[in-house]
């Protein structure tokens, strides 16, 4: 796998931008440019599990919130591939990798970095998709 990071300045506040990252509504919004019909299952909570699928394919992974502070940073790592909405695990594509997204006020606004670990397979891809999530992230949270 390989770390790589992408980062969109936002003209909202840091709980503005959470909150479109991770309410359900909004989530599914800006998650299916990156793997269509994407949602995620469980709690956001230091040491808990979630889930996300993607309800067009069912394949997903499942992830350990390893770090939380709300309204500045959460990690992931991901300990299981599955499919079936989850039910059964496949091969290995993402398991041990990480992911992170960190908030930080600046400029009047909220720079918002993505540090995601990706498959090989999936560079090209992740390197079209990501920037456009970012983008819609963007859009979602400027929105008044």
């Given at each position: 796998m390989k770390e790589t990071h992408f980062s969109i300045h936002i003209h909202a506040s840091r709980e503005r931008?959470?909150?479109?990252?991770w309410d359900d509504e909004t989530?599914?919004?800006?998650?299916?440019?990156?793997?269509?019909?994407?949602?995620?299952?469980?709690?956001?909570?230091?040491?808990?599990?979630?889930?996300?699928?993607?309800?067009?394919?069912?394949?997903g992974v499942t992830s350990l919130v390893e770090k939380l502070r709300p309204h500045e940073y959460i990690s992931f790592r991901h300990s299981t591939?599955?499919?079936?909405t989850g039910q059964q695990e496949r091969e290995?594509?993402?398991?041990?990798?990480?992911?992170?997204?960190?908030?930080?006020e600046e400029n009047g606004g909220t720079l918002l970095v993505i540090k995601t670990d990706i498959p090989k397979e999936q560079e090209e891809t992740f390197a079209?998709?990501?920037?456009?999530?970012?983008?819609?992230?963007?859009?979602?949270?400027?929105?008044?």
């Open positions: 931008v959470w909150k479109i990252l989530f599914r919004d800006w998650a299916d440019l990156i793997d269509e019909g994407t949602y995620m299952k469980g709690l956001l909570q230091e040491g808990q599990t979630v889930e996300f699928i993607s309800s067009v394919n069912g394949y591939d599955t499919k079936e290995q594509e993402w398991t041990g990798g990480r992911e992170s997204y960190t908030l930080t079209v998709r990501l920037p456009q999530a970012l983008e819609r992230i963007k859009e979602l949270a400027e929105e008044e």
